[in-house]
């Protein structure tokens, strides 16, 4: 493309979507892409808001997030914030990382939607029913906002599936992997078990890791909050908690351990996983269809809830320097297939095809 686009993109600093989003906008920068990154729900740390000027403008609108309150009313301001600040900063499309941030949003600016997670497709894959009663605004405001937005993206062709089979036929889904950055490294570590996520959200599966810990003969250390902003928590009694560290630490804690898993039952894509193979871990996965759809013969995998099989695969693999250097390659390789240009060019291609075509009446 020729020219600069400048680009209105939600965010939130209290999960994965903050790390999606430093590393696209970075990527897109190359391309001439200005970023303006509007925030809500709990404000960044100064670490955070640094990262993100350094990469573009941070703009803090301070209104919730969809999953933190109790009634849709508490988000009526959202679409209002959006618009406003797309026109202040003279956006010329907009990226929502929450569709239902779609929903009631009126604007003359294309917008793209990522479904990164939603709590309609959680209660799916986690407790294998539909929304509870008294959360069923969730479902349609979501519903609304997916219908709204002129392109949605799903990291996962499993993601997407779950989204149409919550929701029904999604216009103009699109598939587009997210991207890792991380170092890459080598693929022997030391004697310890690594696991990433946040153990507050029963979808992590948390609890599984930790009783497949108390018998395991590594070590099982926990990278990631405990206590989430919801008040949900999550306390360890075999692995150890190291909590949520600065990045750099966080990668540096990786880049040293022998084995990576991931016990997650939910997962839209699994950016933890792809910033492990990347370092060149050896990945014992949960066997759910987003991490078959991405890693199948790159990764052992365990029944989701299966503590003792967990166990067992976990000392079987500590015991095979050989079998780790095998898998901690394989999956290196399989991870160049989420690279941050590929999905910059990716993204740049929606974006530009929506700014120069013009979008049907609505």
Request: charged residues 15%.
């Amino acid at each position: 493309m020729t020219g600069r686009l400048t680009l209105l993109m939600t965010l939130d600093a209290v999960g994965g979507v903050w790390r999606y989003a430093m590393d696209l906008a970075s990527t897109l920068r190359a391309h001439g892409v200005e970023t303006v990154f509007l925030g809500f729900g709990p404000a960044p740390s100064p670490a955070q808001a640094a990262e993100a000027q350094a990469i573009g403008t941070l703009d803090w609108a301070g209104a919730p997030l969809d999953w933190l309150v109790s009634s849709p009313s508490d988000l009526a301001a959202v679409p209002g914030l959006i618009d406003d600040a797309a026109r202040r900063h003279g956006a010329d499309l907009i990226h929502l990382n929450l569709p239902s941030q779609a929903a009631g949003l009126e604007t003359e600016r294309p917008v793209v939607a990522v479904s990164h997670s939603c709590v309609t497709t959680w209660f799916r894959a986690v407790r294998g029913s539909g929304l509870p009663a008294g959360w069923e605004w969730h479902g349609t405001l979501n519903g609304s906002g997916l219908g709204r937005a002129d392109v949605v993206v799903a990291p996962s062709r499993s993601h997407a599936a779950a989204l149409t089979a919550c929701y029904g036929p999604v216009r103009t889904l699109r598939v587009v992997h997210n991207a890792t950055s991380a170092p890459v490294g080598r693929t022997i570590g030391q004697p310890f078990v690594i696991a990433s996520g946040r153990w507050w959200d029963e979808g992590k599966n948390g609890a599984t890791l930790d009783a497949a810990a108390e018998n395991a003969n590594w070590p099982v250390r926990l990278l990631g909050p405990t206590r989430g902003a919801n008040g949900a928590a999550f306390t360890p009694s075999h692995a150890t908690a190291e909590g949520e560290l600065p990045h750099a630490a966080a990668v540096a804690l990786m880049q040293d351990a022998g084995i990576f898993v991931s016990p997650s039952v939910y997962e839209p894509f699994g950016l933890a996983v792809a910033e492990a193979a990347r370092m060149g871990l050896p990945l014992v996965l949960s066997d759910i269809p987003t991490f078959r759809e991405l890693w199948s013969d790159a990764a052992l995998f365990f029944p989701p809830r299966d503590a003792e099989a967990l166990t067992a695969l976990l000392d079987e693999l500590a015991c095979d320097p050989g079998e780790r250097r095998r898998l901690g390659e394989v999956a290196q390789i399989r991870s160049r297939h989420f690279t941050p240009e590929a999905q910059g060019q990716a993204m740049l291609s929606l974006y530009t095809d929506l700014v120069r075509q013009p979008l049907p009446a609505r």
